[in-house]
């Protein structure tokens, strides 16, 4: 720990980084701000001072506040309790929810600026918009998540870490979960004894939430997406926001260009989960779609499985995404390359991304087109300036705003061949 640490800086906050922190400068130095909002004068405390170029401080108090600030949505999670004990996973709620989407499309911007050389208004013909989800804006984007993991502490007590530490912090209230997360969660002290963490999920297939505490052995749970039902582990990775499904589904399938689209083709689904994608290009395809999903977690590939079951030109394999690529390209034949190059490609990466290698896989294939899922806005630009470099530009971009009051977004892009 470093001389700094401890002491209170004036800052004037002048913008806001990837990852959801406010920028200010202090003696030409980048200091990293939470709970700050741009445009701010703050009072903060140097947390880490361990590199030349960078420190990190939490705001202890706002001398100029932004016409954007408002109470925290979270009491918990407020400027008034000690940044130790400040509940982590709502890094925006002190910021007027229409402005947290101006910052969230202004780090969007500014990763694409940097990592992949476009402007976007440039390339789209128009400004990105960070869409909000379906009944967000009524109810100002809170009682939007279907699954809250919380960490148990010593005594038994379940609560979220505080923001950057392993710090359990006891909370009254999960003000972004659904109304029966909220009241499902074990939120008492000493509620949980012998336990480390404990999920609480509430499948919309069904009526009330579950628990999942350590490694419980994981039970089937039904999600339903508009008239289509899926099943999935509820330990198993799902869309968090209630209306992710619905939102993306309908993204993917406005982001597929129907002129590039061929029935014949042969369709792929990368990371591919439980099959939501996959089943979203399918209903565009149509019953006689060729589509591979392609899932490194076996349970979730066996849940693909039976979620595509109504198109018989449908597969879930279970694989890590490179290598399948690799064996694919490698064993395919002259007909079946030619299905690749008259598919399209839909890939849902983690928050890495897809990453070089793979992308330079997909590429390989000659896609009609690729539409990429992606809720890293660093990673997608990098991996678009990739697909760039191997001769597929973008051409279609839309972004969402599925985790309202923290940092994070959602983006489908649709990437084509330049020629």
């Known amino acids: 720990m470093g001389e700094s640490v401890g002491t209170l800086l004036e800052l004037d ?46 705001t202890v108090s706002v001398l100029t506040p932004s016409e954007h600030r408002v109470d925290h949505v979270w009491p918990e999670a407020a400027l008034d309790r000690d940044p130790a004990v400040r509940a982590g996973g709502a890094e925006f709620g002190h910021i007027a929810l229409p402005h947290q989407r101006t910052l969230k499309h202004d780090v969007l911007v500014d990763a694409f600026s940097r990592f992949a050389r476009t402007d976007l208004t440039e390339v789209l013909g128009r400004d990105v918009v960070v869409e909000a989800a379906p009944g967000d804006d009524e109810v100002n984007g809170l009682g939007w998540r279907t699954r809250v993991r919380l960490q148990v502490d010593e005594d038994g007590t379940a609560g979220p870490f505080a923001a950057r530490s392993h710090t359990v912090v006891p909370v009254a209230s999960l003000p972004l979960a659904t109304r029966v997360v909220q009241e499902s969660a074990p939120l008492d002290r000493g509620a949980m004894p012998g336990s ?60 597929v260009d129907r002129d590039r689209l061929d029935p014949e083709g042969q369709h792929l689904d990368l990371y591919g989960g439980v099959g939501l994608l996959a089943a979203a290009l399918g209903d565009v395809v149509g019953p006689k779609a060729r589509i591979t999903s392609v899932e490194s977690a076996p349970r979730a590939t066996e849940h693909a499985q039976e979620n595509l079951a109504e198109w ?108």
Request: with cysteine; aromatic share 6%.
């Open 13 to 58: 906050v002048t913008g806001i980084a990837h990852g959801g922190i406010s920028v200010a400068r202090h003696e030409g130095r980048v200091v990293f701000v939470s709970d700050a909002v741009p445009g701010e004068r703050v009072v903060a405390r140097v947390t880490e001072d361990r590199k030349k170029s960078f420190w990190r401080a939490d």
């Open 312 to 419: 018989i030109g449908a597969r879930a394999e279970t694989a890590r995404v490179d290598r399948w690529l690799a064996r694919t390209a490698a064993d395919a034949s002259r007909p079946e390359l030619q299905r690749f190059r008259a598919g399209t490609v839909v890939l849902d990466p983690p928050r890495s991304g897809a990453g070089r290698e793979v992308v330079v896989q997909i590429a390989a294939l000659q896609p009609a087109q690729v539409v990429y899922v992606a809720c890293d806005p660093v990673a997608l630009a990098r991996d678009v300036a990739t697909f760039a470099d191997l001769g597929y530009r973008l051409e279609a971009l839309r972004a969402f705003d599925l985790f309202p009051h923290t940092h994070h977004l959602e983006a489908v892009a649709r990437l084509v061949p330049f020629a």
């Open 196 to 255: 480390s963490v404990v999920d609480v999920l509430a499948p919309s297939g069904a009526e009330g939430a579950r628990l999942v505490i350590d490694e419980q052995k994981p039970t089937v749970v039904t999600e339903v997406v508009g008239e289509r039902s899926f099943t999935v582990d509820d330990n198993g990775f799902w869309q968090v926001h209630r209306q992710a499904p619905a939102v993306l589904t309908a993204a993917v399938q406005d982001l």
